[in-house]
């Protein structure tokens, strides 16, 4: 059993930035990929960002590459989204969530989710 709380959320103008943290219950952490994924109102939950367990492999879908990075320490159990130059489609709920599973980017590869966490940002 894995327990996941994001944090680190809130509202900002656009081209600001926040990060988002997400702490891990467990012994297991450092074996698991780690993944990020955003739900706006009305829309499907999509991928963001995802790391492999040791932290070799890092995705990021094509809308916030080269603005967002992923980044984790096993030692804290925690995983990281920094994002910068935030837009105000970046607007969503951010989930974090684990996956012992290869393909990183699909969904349905999770099996612990968090809670989320808001972030909203203005125009």
């Known amino acids: 059993q894995v327990q996941l709380v994001e944090s680190g959320g809130g509202l900002v103008q656009a081209g600001g930035s926040l990060r988002l943290s997400c702490a891990a219950s467990g012994r297991s952490f450092s074996s698991y990929g780690m993944g990020w994924f955003r739900q706006a109102p009305g829309k499907e939950r999509e991928f963001v960002a995802a790391?492999?367990?040791?932290?070799?492999?890092?995705y990021l879908a094509d809308s916030v590459k080269g603005r967002f990075t992923i980044s984790r320490d096993n030692a804290k159990n925690t995983v990281y989204l920094q994002m910068n130059s935030l837009k105000p489609e970046d607007t969503a709920v951010y989930y974090c969530a684990t996956s012992r599973l290869a393909n990183l980017v699909d969904r349905m590869s999770y099996n612990y989710w968090g809670q989320g966490t808001q972030v909203t940002v203005s125009s």
């Open positions: 790391i492999r367990w040791n932290g070799a492999g890092t």
